[in-house]
């Protein structure tokens, strides 16, 4: 049964264009270094000495960034390249990082959170976008599929990877999520200019996907409901995951090995 399910999903991407698994792969290779915000606030509690009050405004100050950085850049990509403005975000992501290993004051902290949070929220639109621009209408699901494989595949192996990498020293993650981005930013800009130029196939919809770019999101109610809930479980979500290891550190004195598996 396992080998006829994977057949099966082998089979319904086999017909992908090239291009959208060389964003898989850069998607891929650039979420592993989601290792930094599973332990982020461990870092900043056990090596930096910071209070629980204090972590929580300094992720809330990425969070903000994630905010800005996926609006912002999102309407960039409608003046600019939105190849070149991945692989430059992607670069500046792995700048940020790096400057969190040698920053110890909180209001520094403060702002190379917020800032690497604009890049790493502005990243997410324009891979959205590169799918679209690189895939016709009716390939996009799966493409969008393939990316949530890479994506949840990646953060599979960043917890273990980034539990033995805390287990020696934190910074070791910073790093480590720096190189992954680095990394992204070269695999994307070598994709894009030897498959991003491809054609893409003649398949229908083309009238219908002109259709759906005319009509506004705001007034499509269901999705606007959709987006809401959505915006519900990553209010939960996201409040967990980021004070999960400190909760597992005072209540089951687990430290970052354990998080990380």
């Known amino acids: 049964m396992l ?22 792969g850069a998607m891929f290779v650039n979420r592993l270094g989601v290792m930094v915000k599973l332990f982020m606030a461990l870092y900043l ?15 809330a100050c990425s969070g903000a960034g994630l905010l800005l950085g996926s609006y912002a850049i999102g309407v960039l990509s409608d003046h600019f390249s939105t190849g070149k403005l991945a692989v430059r975000v992607m670069l500046a992501s792995g700048v940020a ?30 891979y959205q976008r590169l799918v679209m621009e690189n895939c016709a209408v009716e390939e996009r699901p799966r493409a969008q599929a393939l990316n949530r494989v890479a994506v949840n595949l990646a953060v599979a192996i960043a917890g273990v990877l980034g539990g033995v990498l805390a287990h020696w020293d934190y910074r070791l993650v910073f790093v480590a999520s720096a190189m992954m981005s680095f990394s992204a930013a070269a695999w994307l800009l070598w994709a894009l ?13 083309a009238e219908a996907a002109q259709d ?17 809930a959505g915006m519900m479980l990553g209010l939960a979500y996201e409040t967990v ?6 909760y597992l550190l005072d209540f089951y004195h687990m430290g970052a090995g354990a998080l990380g598996w």
């Open 97 to 126: 990082l790096l400057c969190l290993t040698l920053i110890h004051s909180v209001w520094l902290l403060a702002l190379v959170l917020f800032l690497g949070g604009v890049f790493d929220g502005g990243a997410r639109p324009l």
């Open 193 to 205: 200019r030897h498959w991003g130029s491809l054609p893409l196939p003649s398949v229908g919809g």
């Open 3 to 24: 080998l006829a399910s994977f057949n099966s999903f082998k089979n319904r991407l086999s017909g992908l264009p090239v291009m959208a698994w060389g964003l898989a």
């Open 241 to 246: 995951n980021s004070m999960l290891g400190n």
């Open 45 to 59: 509690r056990e090596s930096l000495g910071f209070s629980i009050d204090t972590i929580g405004w300094l992720l």
């Open 212 to 228: 759906t770019a005319q009509q506004s999101p705001y007034a499509d109610g269901p999705f606007m409901a959709f987006l809401l």
